[in-house]
């Protein structure tokens, strides 16, 4: 399921692992569910198996920042400011930023492949409040 970026909870892989007990007769439907020590047990089992904190789509794009897209991004602004002339014209240069935030519930761990990573995406239906800021160095 990790290759289609899908992982489980702790309490659906219990779930089952009841459920496929009560399939091979090794428990009865009123029995009670598996232990957190049989969870354990089964990752000790399953070493390609790991419990993983699903990153957000912001995390992802911060670690995929990488020092060659930095450089060509000072590059690129280096080249505007001497085009249009601003170097020596701190007052003429702003910088304007925007932050979406989303009152999203935090994701809880998951079971998933070793090779990998979940992610979570945030709901559609959720509210966004839009921030921005704009100021230079004066």
Known sequence: MGAVCYAYTRAEVVDFGSKYAVHLGMKTK??????????????G????LKVWRP??????????????????????????????????K??????????GLQLNFKPPNVVASAEYVPYTLSSEKSQTTTVMECGNSL
Request: aromatic share 16%.
């Open 30 to 43: 009123h029995d009670k569910q598996l232990s957190l020590k049989w969870f354990y047990s089964f990752m």
């Open 45 to 48: 089992r399953w070493p390609e």
């Open 90 to 99: 701190p007052r003429s240069v702003y910088n304007v930023d925007e932050k």
């Open 55 to 88: 990153k957000t789509i912001s995390e992802l794009r911060d670690k995929a920042t990488s020092r060659t897209s930095i450089y060509r991004y000072f590059d690129e602004l280096d080249r505007i400011m001497e085009k249009y002339e601003l170097k020596d």
